[in-house]
Nanobody
């Protein structure tokens, strides 16, 4: 079973940028859609962005379109989320996840993903 570990979280000022990384080890990475989700305190986990197995297709929730960029490097078993124009509303724990089915079209719901990292916290300040 693949293991995922996020890194790169921290404090970021409004309008600033941050890049999150997700490292996959032990198992298959390159044939699965990968995604980022966030969970704010007291809220449900929500979809942020996904990238298909090849990296050629990306999907974003409306609130981050134009501000966040998801990417992956299958040669390194890595996925990234470049976050720009940060707002305090971006404050949350960010999780990377691997979709349950290989080569599947990207899904937007948490229950379509069966492998999760431990999360990395992003705190936006005004």
């Amino acid at each position: 079973q693949v293991q995922l570990m996020e890194s790169g979280g921290g404090l970021v000022q409004a309008g600033g940028s941050l890049e999150l990384s997700c490292a996959a080890s032990v198992g298959t990475f390159s044939t699965f859609t990968m995604a980022w989700f966030l969970q704010a305190p007291g809220k449900e986990r929500r979809f942020v962005a996904a990238v298909n197995w090849s990296g050629r297709e990306t999907y974003y929730t409306d609130t981050v379109k134009g501000r966040f960029t998801i990417s992956r490097d299958n040669t390194k078993n890595m996925m990234y989320l470049r976050m720009s124009s940060q707002t305090p509303e971006d404050t949350a724990d960010y999780y990377c996840a691997r979709q349950a089915r290989p080569f599947g079209s990207p899904r937007l719901r948490p229950h379509d993903y069966n492998t999760w990292g431990q999360g990395t916290r992003v705190t936006g300040s005004s």
